[in-house]
């Protein structure tokens, strides 16, 4: 069961990188990064899977850390492990443009979070559009309140959204179902529990 929430999450990183967008871009040095890339920056998450009625089926910990960095076509990619901590971890490679964040992936760069954004706003992931719900959607976490920004994917079958706090980085995911009669049912959702940003 901890495999299919670690799976899911996964997935959901995974539809994000495939994006259409391409950029050339600079490496922003504020303070106000919507995901704070340095060696080093972790965020660890409780994860939770649920079924239609809202139980819940499994829990567990998923952490993305930046491990290192490298430069490729004069930018810095930042590589991130993630997963749970005793099972072998995935990673991602990711570079910060003016724009926001990108996706490394054999040679391409793919938009993988937009900002700075506006409410409303929309743009092209992983051949689907991402609209921004909020900018200042308050997010309660058993460490604090974060004001953040909400990114939500919809497809047929499923809805998915993620948000971010500036200068903090990922706060939480989470991944709706919808019922043959339309009803949405959160199927996962990940929390921050726990980060170091430097």
């Not at 994006?19 to 080093?40: F, M, Q, R, V």
């Not at 009669?181 to 940003?197: D, P, T």
Request: charged content about 20%; hydrophobic content about 35%; aromatic content about 14%.
């Amino acid at each position: 069961m901890k495999k299919s929430i670690l799976i899911g999450i996964l997935s959901v990183i995974a539809i994000i990188v495939i994006t259409s967008c391409d950029g050339g871009g600079t490496d922003p040095t504020n303070n106000d990064e919507i995901l704070p890339l340095k060696i080093g920056n972790y965020w660890k998450f409780d994860a939770v899977g649920y079924d239609t009625l809202g139980n819940i089926l499994e829990q567990s910990t998923i952490t993305f850390k930046v491990v290192s960095d490298t430069i490729i076509n004069n930018e810095i990619v930042y590589i991130m492990e993630i997963g749970e901590s005793n099972i072998q971890k995935g990673t991602a490679a990711f570079i910060k443009r003016a724009d926001g964040v990108y996706t490394y992936e054999k040679h391409n760069t793919y938009l993988e979070v937009k900002y700075p954004v506006s409410i409303g706003e929309k743009f092209n992931a992983a051949k689907d559009t991402v609209i921004v719900e909020s900018t200042n959607f308050n997010y309660v976490t058993t460490i604090g309140n974060f004001s953040c920004y909400q990114y939500t994917w919809s497809y047929s079958d499923r809805k998915e959204s993620l948000y971010f706090k500036p200068s903090v980085g990922y706060v939480a995911n989470e991944i709706f179902r919808r019922t043959v009669s339309g009803r949405y049912y959160l199927v996962s959702k990940m929390v921050l529990k726990e980060y170091k940003v430097n």
